[in-house]
Protein backbone atom coordinates (compact mmCIF):
# COMPACT_ATOMS: atom_id res chain seq x y z
CA UNK A 1 0.00 0.00 0.00
CA UNK A 2 1.59 3.44 -1.05
CA UNK A 3 1.38 6.26 1.20
CA UNK A 4 -1.15 8.01 -0.92
CA UNK A 5 -3.61 4.89 -0.61
CA UNK A 6 -2.91 4.91 3.48
CA UNK A 7 -3.70 9.05 3.26
CA UNK A 8 -6.93 8.97 1.44
CA UNK A 9 -7.96 6.02 3.18
CA UNK A 10 -8.91 8.88 6.03
CA UNK A 11 -9.73 11.25 3.49
CA UNK A 12 -12.24 9.08 1.66
CA UNK A 13 -14.08 8.04 4.42
CA UNK A 14 -15.09 11.67 5.82
CA UNK A 15 -15.79 12.65 1.98
CA UNK A 16 -18.35 9.43 2.17
CA UNK A 17 -20.25 10.91 5.48
CA UNK A 18 -20.31 14.16 3.89
CA UNK A 19 -21.89 12.55 0.70
CA UNK A 20 -24.21 10.58 2.80
CA UNK A 21 -25.13 13.27 5.42
CA UNK A 22 -26.41 15.38 2.52
CA UNK A 23 -28.42 12.64 0.72
CA UNK A 24 -29.67 11.24 4.29
CA UNK A 25 -30.74 14.91 5.03
CA UNK A 26 -32.49 15.37 1.59
CA UNK A 27 -34.07 12.34 1.86
CA UNK A 28 -35.77 13.70 5.47
CA UNK A 29 -36.68 16.84 3.57
CA UNK A 30 -38.68 14.60 0.92
CA UNK A 31 -40.18 11.80 3.12
CA UNK A 32 -41.83 15.09 5.42
CA UNK A 33 -42.52 16.94 2.15
CA UNK A 34 -45.97 17.82 3.87
CA UNK A 35 -43.61 20.00 6.28
CA UNK A 36 -40.93 21.57 4.09
CA UNK A 37 -41.18 25.10 2.47
CA UNK A 38 -38.69 23.73 -0.51
CA UNK A 39 -36.86 26.59 -1.97
CA UNK A 40 -34.23 26.63 -4.44
CA UNK A 41 -31.52 28.37 -3.43
CA UNK A 42 -31.16 25.62 -0.67
CA UNK A 43 -31.17 22.82 -3.00
CA UNK A 44 -28.78 24.70 -5.36
CA UNK A 45 -26.25 25.78 -2.12
CA UNK A 46 -26.51 21.53 -1.38
CA UNK A 47 -25.31 20.82 -4.82
CA UNK A 48 -22.85 22.90 -4.99
CA UNK A 49 -21.15 21.45 -1.75
CA UNK A 50 -21.70 18.29 -2.92
CA UNK A 51 -19.68 19.36 -6.27
CA UNK A 52 -16.57 20.32 -3.81
CA UNK A 53 -17.04 16.69 -2.58
CA UNK A 54 -16.52 15.10 -5.30
CA UNK A 55 -14.17 17.51 -6.60
CA UNK A 56 -11.46 17.24 -3.71
CA UNK A 57 -11.84 13.08 -4.36
CA UNK A 58 -11.32 13.65 -7.95
CA UNK A 59 -8.20 16.32 -7.68
CA UNK A 60 -6.83 13.18 -4.69
CA UNK A 61 -6.31 10.64 -7.29
CA UNK A 62 -3.85 13.53 -9.07
CA UNK A 63 -1.50 13.28 -5.52
CA UNK A 64 -0.57 9.33 -6.50
CA UNK A 65 1.88 10.94 -7.78
CA UNK A 66 3.91 12.85 -4.78
CA UNK A 67 6.63 10.01 -3.69
CA UNK A 68 7.27 11.22 0.17
CA UNK A 69 4.39 12.69 2.32
CA UNK A 70 4.58 15.13 4.92
CA UNK A 71 2.71 14.75 8.45
CA UNK A 72 1.12 18.55 7.66
CA UNK A 73 -0.07 17.40 4.59
CA UNK A 74 -1.91 14.48 5.86
CA UNK A 75 -3.12 17.15 8.54
CA UNK A 76 -4.60 19.80 5.74
CA UNK A 77 -6.40 16.96 3.80
CA UNK A 78 -7.83 15.68 6.60
CA UNK A 79 -8.80 18.89 7.94
CA UNK A 80 -9.89 20.33 4.41
CA UNK A 81 -12.36 16.89 4.12
CA UNK A 82 -13.61 17.87 7.58
CA UNK A 83 -13.88 21.42 6.51
CA UNK A 84 -16.50 19.94 3.42
CA UNK A 85 -18.51 17.76 6.09
CA UNK A 86 -19.03 20.78 8.13
CA UNK A 87 -20.39 22.28 4.91
CA UNK A 88 -22.37 19.60 3.97
CA UNK A 89 -23.32 18.66 7.79
CA UNK A 90 -25.02 22.54 7.89
CA UNK A 91 -26.16 22.91 4.53
CA UNK A 92 -29.59 21.13 4.53
CA UNK A 93 -31.73 20.88 7.89
CA UNK A 94 -33.67 18.36 8.93
CA UNK A 95 -36.84 18.88 9.25
CA UNK A 96 -38.32 18.56 13.07
CA UNK A 97 -42.33 18.50 14.15
CA UNK A 98 -42.66 21.87 13.05
CA UNK A 99 -42.67 23.53 9.17
CA UNK A 100 -39.50 23.96 7.77
CA UNK A 101 -38.44 26.54 5.59
CA UNK A 102 -35.43 25.76 3.67
CA UNK A 103 -34.34 29.53 2.62
CA UNK A 104 -34.88 30.57 6.24
CA UNK A 105 -32.97 27.81 7.57
CA UNK A 106 -30.03 28.76 4.94
CA UNK A 107 -30.24 32.33 6.07
CA UNK A 108 -28.84 30.84 9.57
CA UNK A 109 -27.45 27.47 9.06
CA UNK A 110 -25.99 28.42 5.77
CA UNK A 111 -23.31 31.09 7.50
CA UNK A 112 -22.45 27.95 9.58
CA UNK A 113 -22.04 25.81 5.98
CA UNK A 114 -20.40 28.67 4.33
CA UNK A 115 -17.66 28.87 7.15
CA UNK A 116 -16.77 25.47 6.62
CA UNK A 117 -16.19 25.99 3.08
CA UNK A 118 -14.21 29.73 3.65
CA UNK A 119 -11.80 27.43 5.89
CA UNK A 120 -11.68 24.25 2.75
CA UNK A 121 -10.72 27.26 0.16
CA UNK A 122 -7.78 28.26 2.80
CA UNK A 123 -6.52 24.25 2.25
CA UNK A 124 -6.77 25.04 -1.73
CA UNK A 125 -2.90 27.39 -1.94
CA UNK A 126 -1.52 24.73 0.58
CA UNK A 127 -2.57 21.85 -1.94
CA UNK A 128 -1.97 23.91 -5.37
CA UNK A 129 1.26 25.39 -4.06
CA UNK A 130 3.14 23.09 -1.92
CA UNK A 131 1.92 19.58 -2.83
CA UNK A 132 1.60 20.30 -6.76
CA UNK A 133 4.04 22.92 -7.04
CA UNK A 134 1.66 25.37 -9.16
CA UNK A 135 1.93 29.17 -9.78
CA UNK A 136 1.48 31.25 -6.74
CA UNK A 137 -0.65 33.88 -7.86
CA UNK A 138 -3.39 32.01 -9.97
CA UNK A 139 -3.25 29.39 -6.91
CA UNK A 140 -4.09 32.43 -4.08
CA UNK A 141 -6.05 34.03 -6.67
CA UNK A 142 -8.76 31.35 -7.84
CA UNK A 143 -9.61 30.46 -3.96
CA UNK A 144 -10.20 33.84 -3.05
CA UNK A 145 -13.00 34.56 -4.71
CA UNK A 146 -14.72 31.89 -3.00
CA UNK A 147 -13.34 33.17 0.30
CA UNK A 148 -14.91 36.10 -0.85
CA UNK A 149 -17.67 34.60 -1.69
CA UNK A 150 -17.78 32.97 1.70
CA UNK A 151 -17.60 35.89 3.67
CA UNK A 152 -20.75 37.47 2.00
CA UNK A 153 -22.78 34.45 2.54
CA UNK A 154 -21.82 35.38 6.40
CA UNK A 155 -21.91 38.85 6.62
CA UNK A 156 -25.65 39.42 4.19
CA UNK A 157 -27.40 35.97 4.81
CA UNK A 158 -30.61 38.12 3.94
CA UNK A 159 -28.63 38.10 0.25
CA UNK A 160 -28.53 33.73 0.00
CA UNK A 161 -30.21 33.32 -3.14
CA UNK A 162 -27.90 34.97 -5.00
CA UNK A 163 -24.96 34.10 -3.05
CA UNK A 164 -26.19 30.33 -4.13
CA UNK A 165 -26.42 31.18 -7.67
CA UNK A 166 -22.71 32.73 -7.93
CA UNK A 167 -21.32 30.26 -5.50
CA UNK A 168 -23.37 27.32 -7.51
CA UNK A 169 -21.31 29.43 -10.73
CA UNK A 170 -17.55 29.48 -8.91
CA UNK A 171 -18.53 25.63 -8.23
CA UNK A 172 -19.16 24.91 -11.98
CA UNK A 173 -15.87 27.20 -12.37
CA UNK A 174 -13.88 25.59 -10.03
CA UNK A 175 -14.71 21.99 -11.51
CA UNK A 176 -14.28 23.12 -14.92
CA UNK A 177 -10.43 24.43 -13.94
CA UNK A 178 -9.56 20.87 -12.47
CA UNK A 179 -11.16 18.37 -14.08
Same mark, same amino acid.
Given at each position: ?????? $???A =??? $?????????????? /?????? +?? *?V?????????? +? @? /??? $?????? *??????????????????? =??????????? &??????? &?????? /??? &??????????? +???????V???????????? @??? +?????? %?????? *?? =?? =??? &??????????????V? $????? %?
Amino acid at each position: MTQHEY $IFIA =VSI $ILGLAITRLLHTMA /MQIRAH +SR *VVFHWSSALWAF +S @I /MLY $ILQLWW *VGWGLRTIVQWTFLDFIVL =VFGSSCIYGAA &EMALSAP &EENTLD /MLQ &ESQHLGRLSAL +SMLLYFLVGPYVNIVMYKNA @IIP +SLAVPS %VGILLM *VL =VI =VFP &ERFRLWSVLFALYSVT $IIALT %V
